[in-house]
């Protein structure tokens, strides 16, 4: 049986192995593999289980959540959300970042347009997006070596190259350290990922190259994002704190859900000491 690898690192994996031997009627094996009730779709469904894995580790897909119903409605900020499906749409510098402080909606706009992309109410070129939520937590955990975040970085960004109109939505991108900077200024501009291979003499670098992609970013420091990945953003949008009316809807929204009964000036005076933002 003629093997081909398609990864990059010119592996050939048993999924891989599998695949090409169903293929082979003739073979006694595949004869084995159908008796019980293998085929090459559920193969091929494995081989894309194993290639999203790494991504459903370290990611949640908010528009699989919006379409479950696991993701509250956006009050509020639909000037916002609409500003940012413009800047999606561009064709160049469609990468756009929310600056803000602490709960002023920055996840909540994002988790909007999740839920408008699951309701087809969004642009068409949108329609068909999927927005992935980077957990920096996730990532981290169990970074024992030098190097270890980093690679987890560009295997989620290997991972989004196989789904086409994915977002990469970073929360405190901030906290990402200059080494992780560097992986993301060239697939944000170039669409490719330098990986480095090898060891001491025979190190070398291998240009992957990726479809288009998008990333959003959040952060409440604005002022620590290094020049070079500022300016790899469209647009930088500054989100003020909500107004009473806007806190007030949210409050009456959340007393339904909770079955708490408030009467208006409840809800107003409740509102007026929330000091701008639904945390408080």
């Not at 989620?156 to 993301?184: C, G, Q, S, T, Y």
Request: glycine share 4%; hydrophobic share 40%; aromatic share 6%.
């Amino acid at each position: 049986i003629l093997l081909s690898s398609k990864n990059k690192n010119n592996e050939i994996k048993i999924i891989d192995f599998l695949e090409k031997l169903i293929q082979d009627s003739r073979s006694y094996s595949s004869y084995l593999l159908k008796k019980h009730n293998i085929n090459l779709n559920k193969i091929q469904e494995l081989q894309n289980h194993e290639n999203i894995q790494n991504l459903n580790n370290h990611t949640s897909d908010l528009t699989l959540l919006a379409q479950n119903g696991k993701i509250d409605p956006l009050i509020g900020r639909k000037f916002e959300l609409e500003r940012m499906m413009q800047i999606l749409s561009r064709r160049k510098k469609n990468n756009p970042i929310l600056v803000g402080e602490a709960g002023v909606g920055k996840t909540a706009i994002v988790e909007g347009l999740a839920l408008a992309i699951a309701e087809k109410k969004v642009p068409k070129n949108l329609q068909n997006a999927k927005i992935f939520s980077l957990d920096m937590a996730s990532i981290l955990a169990g970074t024992k070596y030098r190097g270890d975040f980093e690679k987890r970085i560009k295997e989620i960004l290997n991972e989004l190259e196989k789904i086409p109109n994915a977002i990469l939505f970073i929360d405190e991108i901030h906290r990402l350290n200059k080494v992780v900077e560097e992986i993301l200024y060239p697939a944000m501009e170039d669409f490719c990922v330098d990986v480095v291979i090898g060891k001491e003499a025979s190190t070398r670098s291998v240009r992957i190259d990726l479809p288009p992609f998008t990333l959003v970013g959040a952060t409440t420091r604005a002022g620590d994002l290094s020049a070079p990945l500022r300016d790899r953003f469209g647009i930088i949008s500054k989100l003020e704190y909500y107004d009473e009316t806007d806190l007030k809807t949210i409050i009456d929204r959340t007393s339904r859900v909770y079955s708490m009964p408030m009467d208006d000036d409840a809800k107003s005076a409740l509102a007026m000491r929330s000091r701008g933002t639904p945390r408080i």
